[in-house]
């Protein structure tokens, strides 16, 4: 049974920085992908980050690309983390981890059919 379990999140002022940690268990695949959605109140779900692990690529959604960075544990390769800094009020969501996403020029980054953590408040305050 695939589990996804997401660091506590947090509270700082803009400007500041948080890290976010994924722990994935239960995924038999051996190359998958992993990333990080977030959800504001009355705002659509969006993906902002994600890692694939068999190539190795990254992507960044444009609204915190050079801001955050996702990497794997160099330690513990399924413990997953999202650094972010330079936080903008407008960061303000609950997080999810996400395992089993896609990327596609037109969509972005989805997870139709992805496993999702429970989810992790991060507040940026002005």
């Known amino acids: 049974q695939v589990h996804l379990a997401e660091s506590d999140g947090g509270s700082v002022q803009a400007g500041g920085s948080l890290k976010l940690s994924c722990a994935a268990s239960g995924y038999t695949y051996p190359a998958y992908c992993i990333g990080w959605f977030r959800q504001a109140p009355g705002n659509e779900r969006e993906g902002v980050a994600a890692?694939?692990?068999?190539?190795?690529?990254?992507?960044y959604a444009d609204s915190v690309k050079g801001r955050f960075t996702i990497s794997r544990d160099s330690a513990n390769n399924t413990l997953f983390h999202l650094q972010m800094n330079s936080l903008k009020p407008e960061d303000t969501a609950m997080y999810y981890c996400v395992a089993d996403c896609t990327h596609s020029s037109v969509n972005g980054l989805t997870a139709p059919n992805g496993y999702w953590g429970q989810g992790t408040q991060v507040t940026v305050s002005s």
């Open positions: 890692t694939w692990t068999g190539s190795g690529k990254v992507y």
